[in-house]
Each structure stands twice: as structure tokens, then as C-alpha cells.
């Protein structure tokens, strides 16, 4: 298992941010945040060393302002993808409500409140129900996005423009098939730290067809205005 750290910047420091690249057999529930509960050994002795149990599962917990987060990509296109933001599991197959394409949640970057969340086909649908979604994100909100299955044949200069002015330095790059996780913003004055990238090659794909899931975590600065 991979965990990549970011460095800080002055828009979106973090506390505990990690991403990692993980196979099928280690990605745990579909959800990523619900995970089964230890066996009363493993429970004892965690109650022993008073363990603290985190946000989202996270493998720390976050400082004191920060939102905890975990964004999970799908795998191939079996897997939908997980969105867990403070505890709170706001996308997941298990809820019924990921789609083929991109899947984005909006959060108040100030309450930490869901404010939306939607998928977008970008294999067959219509870009332009992506372009007036993008389009109307305000300032002090975060952007929450996942990959699935295919998130780039419908991919246009506008839309990758439209991400890249959220913090993104891979939505340019964005193709068929390829696997994306991603935390940013519209007011952030440089690239967001919160992303994850791994392209289409068949010849360092972990399923067939397709490169593996992409895992990131991290700490979020609550933004006080």
C-alpha cells in the first residue's frame, strides 16, 4: 500500500492528508466509511490503549477547525465509488446514488453542511448539465469528486478549464477510463494539495481495462469568513 503526503499551501493546509492506491481485496465496504466492527479481542485491546476512533476512518484524526474527509474512486466499472465528509457518508453504492462519469458533492466550507450532490454520465450524457453545475458553485464551497468507470470520453475544454480553476492539476489531462479523486474550491489561489490521479495503460492497469481505485483522506480547513 502507497500513501502519498502533500505539502502545505497556504489555501488548504492539512492536517493528515494521505492518498493511496489500494487492489479490490483491500478496499474494504463499498462505502469506505462504515467498516465492521472488531472482534472482541481487537476491540479489548484498543479499549485498552484507549484508541481513538476517527472521522471517516481516517488512520489519524484531524486538528481542532479541520473537516475530516475520504474519497474513494471506483473500481473498473464494478465498484461505484465512496464520499465520506465528517463522518458522514454523502455518496456510496450502499446508498444508492453514484453514478458512470463523475461523481461531485458540494460541502459548505464553513459549516461542513451538504449542500448537493450529483453524477454525471460522461461516457454517453450530455456535457453541458456538467458545465451549468460547475458553473454554479460559489465562493466558501468544497468540491468533492470521484471517478467511475469512464469519467473523460465527454470531457471538453470548458469543463476542464472549469476544473482546473477548483485547484485541479490533472482535470487537463482527465481520459477515457482513467481513475480521479479530488478536494478543491473555487476561491483556492493556487493548485488544491487533495488529489489523486492514475491514467489508462494497459500496461499498468490493475483490473482489466482499467487502472486500480484511488483512495485519498485528509484534514480540510474550515473556512471562517
Keep these: 500500500m502507497r500513501k502519498l503526503r502533500?505539502?502545505?499551501?497556504?489555501?488548504l493546509p492539512q492536517g493528515n492528508p494521505a492518498g493511496r492506491r489500494r487492489s479490490s481485496?483491500?478496499?474494504g465496504a463499498p462505502g469506505g466509511c462504515q467498516q465492521a466492527p472488531p472482534g472482541p479481542h481487537?476491540?479489548?485491546?484498543?479499549?485498552?490503549?484507549?484508541?481513538?476512533?476517527?472521522?471517516?476512518?481516517?488512520?489519524?484524526?484531524?486538528?481542532?477547525?479541520?473537516?475530516?474527509?475520504?474519497?474513494?474512486?471506483?473500481?473498473?466499472?464494478?465498484?461505484?465509488?465512496?464520499?465520506?465528509?465528517?463522518?458522514h457518508l454523502i455518496m456510496s453504492p450502499v446508498k444508492n446514488n453514484v453514478g458512470r462519469g463523475l461523481n461531485i458533492a458540494l460541502v459548505n466550507g464553513s459549516t461542513g453542511t451538504v449542500q448537493r450532490e450529483s453524477s454525471f454520465d460522461?461516457?454517453?450524457?450530455?456535457?453541458?448539465?456538467?458545465?451549468?453545475?460547475?458553473?454554479?458553485?460559489?465562493?466558501?464551497?468544497?468540491?468533492?469528486?470521484?471517478s467511475y468507470d469512464d469519467p473523460g470520453t465527454k470531457m471538453n475544454d470548458e469543463i476542464r478549464k472549469l476544473f482546473s480553476n477548483l485547484g485541479?492539476?490533472?482535470?487537463?489531462?482527465?481520459?477515457?477510463?482513467d481513475s480521479w479523486v479530488f478536494l478543491g474550491a473555487?476561491?483556492?489561489k493556487s493548485k488544491s494539495p487533495f488529489e489523486q490521479f492514475l491514467k489508462n495503460d494497459p500496461n499498468t492497469n490493475k483490473y482489466e481495462g482499467w487502472?486500480?481505485?484511488?483512495?485519498?483522506?485528509?484534514?480540510?480547513p474550515r473556512k471562517v469568513f
Design 25 to 27: 481485496h483491500h478496499a
Design 211 to 220: 487502472p486500480e481505485l484511488l483512495e485519498l483522506e485528509g484534514c480540510v
Design 42 to 87: 481487537k476491540a479489548a485491546v484498543a479499549q485498552e490503549k484507549g484508541v481513538e476512533k476517527t472521522k471517516c476512518g481516517l488512520s489519524k484524526p484531524c486538528p481542532e477547525n479541520f473537516f475530516s474527509f475520504k474519497l474513494s474512486s471506483g473500481a473498473a466499472n464494478v465498484v461505484g465509488p465512496s464520499m465520506c465528509f465528517e463522518n
Design 122 to 146: 460522461m461516457y454517453s450524457g450530455e456535457p453541458t448539465a456538467l458545465v451549468k453545475f460547475l458553473k454554479e458553485i460559489q465562493e466558501g464551497v468544497l468540491v468533492l469528486v470521484a
Design 168 to 177: 485541479s492539476s490533472y482535470a487537463k489531462q482527465l481520459g477515457f477510463r
Design 186 to 188: 473555487k476561491d483556492l
Design 6 to 11: 502533500y505539502k502545505e499551501t497556504e489555501d
